[in-house]
């Protein structure tokens, strides 16, 4: 769903749609913005700290699977992690 203003679009913000939501994010919302994303973060956490690994999707592990293949014909076209990041920061 989108908005239109003026010239542009701009798409409603969360807050605006009217969806069911657990009641405990409805109170999270209503929350600063810094601890909104303290709550986010803690929550990730806490999934992350999870004893059993979180599950890939098959199209996510298809691509990986297509990844490591094209990696595995041409080994030298890969970069060191540093240098990925670098061009990420300053393309």
Known sequence: MQLRVG?????PAFRDL???????LSRILLLPLPDQLQA???LWD??????Q???????????????MARFEQ???????W?????QLRNP
Not at 53 to 67: A, H, I, K, M, Y
Not at 82 to 86: H, N, Y
């Open 74 to 80: 041409n080994p030298e076209s890969a970069i060191p």
């Open 7 to 11: 010239n542009c679009q701009k798409r």
């Open 53 to 67: 690994p979180l599950p890939v999707p098959d199209w996510q592990q298809r691509e990986l699977n297509q990844r």
């Open 40 to 42: 986010v973060e803690d």
């Open 18 to 24: 009217e969806i069911a939501m657990h009641p405990d």
């Open 46 to 51: 806490h999934i992350s700290a999870a004893s």
């Open 82 to 86: 540093e240098d990925a990041l670098r």
